[in-house]
């Protein structure tokens, strides 16, 4: 399986960093990675001086997240972000920990509030509520941060509190992209369970996620097909 992230050392100077999945906080198997693991990695490549992040996530983790964009704000490295389809919650506060964002004009961030399960009785749902109102500060900081005069306090929160997702350009306006890019071929797509944890979900994800389970299934259909011609010409020119 492979790891939801990954570093491929293009150059001496430069390299690439992929994140396609979630952002986790255990790691339970190899297909897991924690911030720890992160930083231990990044640190191997030595004396880089571009990194390229390439981004495909719904999220995870939000202090796994918010660790892994320090660790990249204070690299000494010049550090450009590609969203490749998408980054939702946690993964648009990476983004915007970069020093560069770029965007496909088809792909899109996500920005929404923290949340979490809670039990207990009305003073610790009060306190839970209360705390992540002040997790909810960290990822506000550093949009600010990034858009610079663009986006107010105010607006974002607003942004925060809606779940908006924004297309490439509508994160333009806001100053959270640099670049808005032509359309990308997307070859990694979220799956569509990951979805369910999210309101607002454009339809045109939710659409291009069963094109691509319907085209799965399709070729999985055609190779059987073919597999089963395969044999019944194989019996008929084994009896010749």
């Known amino acids: ?51 390229n992040l390439h981004i495909n996530s719904p999220g995870g983790s939000v202090f796994e997240g918010i660790a892994i964009g320090n660790m990249l704000k204070q690299h000494k490295a010049k550090v450009t972000a590609y969203v490749d389809a998408l980054a939702a919650s946690i993964a648009s506060v990476i983004v915007a920990s970069c020093d560069k964002v770029v965007m496909p004009e088809n792909s899109m961030l996500m920005i929404h509030n923290p949340w979490t399960f809670s039990v207990g009785n009305a003073k610790e749902l009060r306190k839970q509520a209360n705390d992540l109102d002040k997790i909810a500060e960290s990822s506000v900081i550093t949009y600010l941060n990034k858009a610079g005069e663009k986006l107010t306090e105010e607006k974002i929160k ?40 999210y309101q607002n979900v454009p339809d045109e994800l939710l659409m291009s996620t069963q094109e691509k389970e319907l085209s799965k299934s399709k070729r999985e259909e055609i190779i059987q097909k073919a597999q089963q011609d395969k044999a019944f010409i194989g019996e008929i020119l084994g009896g010749l």
């Open 158 to 197: 607003q942004v925060m509190d809606e779940e908006t997702w924004l297309s490439a350009q509508d994160a333009y306006d806001l100053g959270l992209c640099d670049v808005v890019e032509s359309t990308n071929q997307i070859a990694a797509s979220i799956s569509k369970k990951l979805f369910a944890a």
């Open 1 to 51: 399986m492979k790891k939801f992230w990954e570093i491929k050392q293009s150059t001496n100077d430069e390299a690439d960093v992929f994140i396609f999945g979630e952002i986790v906080s255990y790691k339970w198997d190899d297909a897991d990675t924690t911030a720890a693991s992160f930083q231990k990695d990044l640190k191997a490549l030595g004396e880089v001086n571009q990194i």
